[in-house]
């Protein structure tokens, strides 16, 4: 199986900074794109930010120029880093994957646990 762990989540005060990381790991042939989702309360889940095998990126309009997808290839990990928080920020952060798996080369989507990041005074 394939299992997606992430880190990072806090409280932080606005303007303040967090990195969000998360290893994927299990029969894993290849990670096709990895993602960030935030949940807030009351709200639909909604893309953050991704990235391609590629390293093509692509943000939500609301945190472009505040926050930076990057990922390590021979890791398998997708990390976020997360600059000029606002409380608006605050949800809970989910990291997915698109894989192939070894087995069958087939891919899967797969979700982490979510972190939560709190921004508040």
């Known amino acids: 199986q394939v299992q997606l762990v992430e880190s990072g989540g806090g409280l932080v005060q606005p303007g303040g900074s967090l990195r969000l990381s998360c290893a994927a790991s299990?029969?894993?042939?290849?990670?096709?794109?990895m993602d960030w989702w935030c949940q807030a309360p009351g709200k639909q889940r909604e893309l953050v930010a991704a990235?391609?095998?590629?390293?093509?990126?692509n943000y939500a309009d609301t945190v472009k120029g505040r926050f930076t997808v990057s990922r390590d290839n021979a890791k398998n990990t997708v990390y976020l880093q997360m600059n000029s928080l606002k409380p608006e920020d605050t949800a809970v952060y989910y990291c997915?994957?698109?894989?192939?798996?070894?087995?069958?080369?087939?891919?899967?989507?797969?979700w982490g646990q979510g972190t939560q990041v709190t921004v508040s005074s």
């Open positions: 990235i391609t095998s590629g390293g093509i990126t």
């Open positions: 997915h994957a698109d894989v192939e798996l070894l087995t069958t080369r087939l891919e899967y989507s797969y």
């Open positions: 299990g029969s894993i042939f290849r990670i096709n794109s």
